[in-house]
């Protein structure tokens, strides 16, 4: 992943989600529902998301070693994976990073807890962080952990 990208992805990724609370799930994939937060209000009146479409692990504690293959993650059916991501409602996200070779995703709660989503695949997209229905200037929200460790980024030009 080049620097750069990095960089501005970070941005987004803490603009849409900082503050935030996990306050709901939709059921057409693992899509987390976020609220608003202070931070985003003025510029996003759509819904922000975070659609899984890879592996997931939440942490109890921030000092966790981090996985490197699919395989060192729980194999979680549809409903376990519900549950797990259920464990986080309501509780408020307070730090959002990329690692710098691979996008897996890190999303601090402020209990102390991390959901960690692994970015590496070959074929598809592990996930998605972005914004739905937002019509404030008609600014596009979205971060994606595309194919082959690289991402994607749609936002304003000015973030």
Not at 6 to 19: M, P, Q, S
Not at 54 to 60: L, N, P, Q, T
Not at 109 to 124: A, P, S
Request: contains cysteine; negative net charge.
């Amino acid at each position: 992943m080049e620097q750069e990208l990095n960089t501005l992805a970070d941005k987004v990724l803490k603009y849409l989600c900082i503050g935030s609370r996990l306050e709901g799930i939709n059921f057409y994939g693992l899509k987390i529902l976020l609220s608003e937060s202070e931070g985003n209000r003025d510029r996003i009146d759509g819904q922000i998301y975070i659609n899984i479409e890879s592996k997931f692990k939440i942490f109890d504690t921030e000092q966790f070693e981090i996985p490197k293959a699919e395989e060192e993650f729980p194999d979680y059916n549809w409903m376990e994976a519900y549950t797990e991501i259920c464990k986080l409602r309501l509780k408020e996200i307070v730090d959002v990073r990329l690692d710098e070779e691979v996008p897996n995703l890190f999303i601090y709660f402020d209990t102390g807890e991390v959901l960690f989503i692994y970015g590496h695949h070959d074929k598809y997209e592990s996930w998605q962080v972005g914004a739905w229905y937002n019509t404030y200037n008609n600014e596009s929200w979205e971060v994606i952990a595309c194919p082959g460790d690289d991402i994607c980024i749609g936002a304003p030009k000015d973030i």
